[in-house]
């Protein structure tokens, strides 16, 4: 474990990078900005390591503005519709950063907090504290998130949040993979299985219509292995207003349990996901538009690169019949989700 220097704020905040290595040389690089992880090695079938997640060569670059690159989103890691939810009989209304609606926790989510990162033997637990009223949230929310970089070359995530007063969470990462390498071309090749065998189909303005829809016979179907690009340009009203894959899967099982596989064939590496959420957002990159010049001076195009996040449902706090993201004082959200690389 390193830490070093990786700029500061304008208001002279400074933000500090940990570097996370295990026994193998698999390397991980965290900023406290956000808890964004801005770089993570893993090894190819000849042993050969490289960066597989996007991300900015410096705290400008993310400050210039990314589409959540790597960071902690929160308080709630996909859309609220229409930026509004009812708890306990009071109406809560959020900042509409997208659309009629929230996304990824409002305006100033929790990407663009300053955490407060602990090292231990092996990780580093980053802190954030949010207000009670903090983009339209109740509750003053005390949340935590550990990395560890384990030496079977898995990046753990875990997460815990308490607070003092009944509010909803839901917290996940938003790293941008590419398996061939970071801004290696598209991620069209990658072969894609999602243990799910249904998904929650969403209206225009991407908030889910309350269905569990099954999978089969759709273009959502990856119980096997299929290459992402294989039908993310069928003719389907589904694949229409998301521009492709960002759609939520409902995961198959309950408790630690795989939710994903993807497989890079000219690399020959492997993802799995594991994960104790309900849920999965599968996105691939549909906005890249090759506007942003990444690491070493890559740029992201279309569909660069596909994101993995591990979640309870868009919209809960409005949909009754999905899995609750409701927390109150004295309980404590806790879940956690690995990302483990191998090579074949």
Request: overall charge negative.
């Amino acid at each position: 474990m390193t830490s070093s220097s990786f700029g500061k704020l304008p208001d002279g905040t400074a933000i500090e990078l940990l570097t996370l290595t295990n026994s193998k040389g698999m390397q991980a690089q965290i900023m406290t900005y956000g808890a964004t992880v801005v770089s993570l090695t893993a090894p190819d079938k000849s042993g050969k390591y490289a960066d597989v997640v996007q991300g900015m060569e410096n705290l400008e670059g993310y400050l210039a503005g990314v589409p959540y690159f790597g960071a902690i989103v929160g308080r709630y890691g996909n859309r609220i519709g229409h930026a509004q939810f009812q708890l306990d009989g009071k109406t809560y209304n959020l900042p509409k950063n997208d659309g009629d609606n929230t996304l990824h926790g409002g305006v100033v989510g929790f990407d663009k907090k300053v955490w407060t990162a602990k090292t231990g033997d092996g990780n580093v637990e980053f802190t954030v504290v949010s207000d009670d009223g903090d983009q339209g949230f109740p509750g003053k929310l005390t949340a935590h998130v550990t990395y560890t970089l384990t030496d079977n070359d898995e990046l753990k995530i875990e997460y815990v949040a308490t607070t003092d007063k009944p509010t909803v969470v839901n917290l996940t990462n938003h790293t941008y993979f590419n398996l061939a390498g970071q801004g290696e071309g598209n991620i069209l090749d990658h072969q894609v299985t999602l243990l799910a065998d249904r998904f929650t189909p969403v209206d225009a303005g991407l908030i889910p219509t309350g269905e569990l829809k099954p999978v089969a016979g759709t273009p959502f179907d990856f119980t096997k292995a299929t290459a992402i690009g294989a039908r993310i340009n069928q003719q389907d009203e589904q694949l229409t207003y998301g521009k492709g894959y960002d759609h939520n899967w409902v995961l198959n099982g309950s408790g630690m349990k795989k939710a994903a596989e993807v497989y890079e064939p000219k690399s020959g590496r492997v993802m799995e996901v594991m994960t104790e959420e309900p849920g999965l957002q599968f996105y691939t990159g549909n906005f890249l538009d090759g506007k942003i010049k990444g690491k070493g001076g890559r740029v992201y195009g279309h569909r660069a690169a596909f994101c993995m996040e591990t979640q309870h449902f868009p919209d809960s706090p409005n949909k009754p019949a999905f899995p609750t993201t409701e927390l109150k004082p004295g309980q404590t959200y806790k879940t956690s989700t690995v990302y483990k690389f191998s090579a074949r």
